[in-house]
């Protein structure tokens, strides 16, 4: 349990960010999202996050699955790796 309880607390460290940003950041600048926005977003994103992390805990077989996936993904280096992704976890 204190496993869990140390990643929760590591993830609240960790802002939910795409490519090292944070999405609200990503916005141009005719379609800025007001302070507020951009606030509700944030707790939104980290809310998102928490909750995905504790589903990652209570289901560490989907380590496993996600490793199988780009471990097979980087040997057959697809294409389309979406479609090789929709293949691979509908089998």
């Keep these: 349990m204190s496993g869990s309880l140390e990643s929760t607390s590591a993830a609240k460290k ?4 795409a490519t090292g940003r944070l999405v609200a950041d990503l ?7 007001s302070e507020d926005q ?4 944030h707790a939104k994103q980290v809310s998102m ?3 995905n992390e504790q589903y990652m ?3 560490p077989e ?3 699955l996600i490793s199988t996936f780009i471990r097979r993904a ?3 280096r697809p294409e389309n790796v979406v479609v090789y ?3 691979f976890f509908t089998r």
């Design 14 to 17: 960790m802002p939910p960010r």
């Design 27 to 33: 916005c141009s600048k005719e379609a800025q999202l």
């Design 38 to 41: 951009k606030k509700k977003l």
């Design 49 to 51: 996050f928490l909750s």
């Design 57 to 59: 805990q209570a289901h």
């Design 62 to 64: 989907l380590r496993q």
């Design 74 to 76: 980087l040997e057959d």
């Design 85 to 87: 992704a929709a293949e």
